[in-house]
DNA sequence: TGTTAAATTTCGGGA
DNA sequence: TCCCGAAGTTTAACA
């Protein structure tokens, strides 16, 4: 599990360990001391002389952690390269990549502790509860969004955008459907709004087009700006927000 | 800076491991080895046997890591309680919180390596290139989106969210201008769109109401969204996507 | 607390 | 590669 371990390293031991380590890719790396920590990208930063932990995964991604916040201070997602020397006395790292071109570099001060540790089985990971899920049932129970509804297509491309649910109503009109796993907010009736734009614009002048947005529920400003663009809201409320274990009951929609 | 370091924990050394650290709220904590993951909340998954990364922060953070990628497999941004036990002759750790209601539970099966560190230093942080500073800029040097262009106002609250630049032409009429420190979506556009109609409804019937999105470029489907709204695109070349290290030239924006 | 929008968002999918 | 959109997004700001 612990492939090395290093206590107070000299730079050039630090050095030698981060370009072992990393080069392998078998390894989740860390380092953890006093450094500073640079950015140039997209934007820019700079963090001063502080105590961080760095992490260096086995896809070369890094990020940079301090004391607190789920988001890490400093990161570079993908890493074309990823290499560290020694300069002026002390182990410096870079990580690089290009597209878009950005660049971390880590000066490690005065760094207390090295690891190397193998994390090698990783189990099938599952995750419920996503748009995803929402739109395979809702596409199998469309009368759960109004009845009489057909599906006609699902993750219909059309130049704005990729439409959840395209259907057709008991009148034969055709339905533009925007699904939303939370609340719906302005943004969600911009995106029906664009799409049932590009669906009138696909159809014979003087096509009815209805849109509906579909959510467990809708911010207030989001709802005046749908009807004000003459857009519907269908609660779905048998989305559960917080799956709760139950016993007995029957299964609510997605379970 | 290491606090306390254990090699192959027995279930109960790593529950009293893991309340006394987090309980004092100084340290980083780690666990990494064998561990199963459940989460229940906004969705729920679940994570397969497997050696994960466990790091809780001194806020109470958790984030879980698998051996790829920035993200973390799982995670709780923030804990309201965080407690260790031992269940059935493992330890389990559970951090949940309300609003929204969430939970992670982690069972260390098999844990290898449990780390406290200190991580106290931590010192000043800077960030450039981000929008609130483009805007900063702008709104000082309007010229450089439009000659004769005069700022009236910066984050203009209206219904439909926060107009970042309003202005006046230099024919009177009222300019509302979005930003975007990249390149500019269709999402850009709606936004700006909004604001259009917000201040259109705040002004007298028939007021002329100029929406500028300022970027610097824009996407294709975007361009066309926003032309055929009468609304207008210019380029903010002068914000440079990767700021260079530059000797005897003219400072550009933002520097 | 509710809502909106930025973010070095990351990540994945489709053309 | 470009573009769009989801995400357990997180985070901050503001009413």
Redesign the interface.
Known sequence: ??REQL?DPAPDALTSFLNCHTRTRDC?VQV???A?VSY??????????????V?I???G?L?I??????K??N???KTDELVARVDEDVCMLLASRRS???IVQVIFLQP??ALA??????????????EAQMQETLAHAPELIEPGLKVLGRELLV???GIDLYAQDDQGRYVVVELK??RAT??AV??L??YVCSVQGKLPAGSVVRGILAAPSITG?AR??LESRGLEFREISSWP????AREGQQPSLFE
Chains 1, 2 share one sequence.
């Open positions: 599990m612990i206590i989740l953890a001391g006093l500073e140039r990208g997209r934007a820019a930063s700079t963090a001063e002389i502080g105590t961080y932990l992490l995964k086995q896809d991604s990020q952690h301090h004391p607190t916040g789920i890490p201070m990161w570079q997602p878009p071109v950005e207390h502790l540790l193998e994390l090698k089985a990783a189990g099938g990971f599952f995750l419920s509860g996503s130049e704005s955008g796993r939370g302005q943004h911009s995106q709004g664009r400003p005046l700006e927000s917080v799956p709760v």
